[in-house]
């Protein structure tokens, strides 16, 4: 998983609003603040992939694995904090049976090998590999079997890229989340 991590605090006016209204909104309208944030910050990461020079093809299977999460850390020693994620390789990971089966049976029809670019290899275009070796095979030197190559990072960089270029937008949206969420629950409680 590749992504990024910050910690948000708000403006003094908005976090007396959010004091007022008691803990229950608070959280709903910060909850809804940082996923109208994270959002951004997924679009601008899905418009950078599309200004690398990789590939239609790999371009498009990346979109894919751009996802956004927004939960309580369940282990280590942020364990119960709310934690954001967005970037590559983040989200939900589920398959229904079908989808697996499905995939299993393309991968089945093909000719070649590889499994394409997807949530699970994302990190070797985002990062890059050194040069790679089959485990099996003939015996060279300190390295087993035959190579299969080295990946240069064709997204180096897009996740710097697209915070930089959506930080404040991101911001923007969380701001009017966070009050929209507040006038509403003001009402409701009324």
């Known amino acids: 998983m590749i992504g990024l ?16 209204l008691g803990n229950k909104s608070a959280r709903k309208a910060m909850r809804a603040g940082v996923n109208a944030g994270l ?7 899905r418009a950078a992939i599309n200004a ?17 999460r927004f939960a309580k850390a369940k282990a280590g020693v942020s364990r119960g904090e709310m934690q ?4 590559f390789g983040v989200g939900k990971k589920r398959q229904t049976k079908e989808q697996s089966e499905a995939q299993k049976q393309a991968r ?33 030197g300190p390295k087993v079997g035959h190579p299969t190559g080295k990946i240069t990072p064709p997204f180096a960089g897009v996740m710097r890229a ?27 409680k009324g």
């Open 39 to 45: 959002a951004k910050i997924a679009m601008a990461v």
């Open 84 to 87: 954001a994620k967005v970037g």
């Open 162 to 188: 697209a915070v930089a270029a959506s930080e404040a937008a991101a911001l923007e949206a969380a701001r009017e989340k966070v009050q929209q969420v507040i006038v509403r629950e003001a009402q409701r």
């Open 108 to 140: 089945r029809s093909q000719k070649k090998k590889g499994v394409g670019v997807g949530v699970a290899n994302i990190h070797w275009f985002v990062l890059g590999t050194a040069e790679r070796h089959l485990k099996r095979g003939s015996v060279r």
């Open 5 to 20: 991590s910050a910690t948000i605090t708000g403006d003094k006016q908005l976090d007396r609003k959010l004091s007022e």
């Open 52 to 68: 690398t020079s990789a590939s239609t093809e790999m371009k498009a299977e990346a979109r894919k694995t751009i996802g956004k």
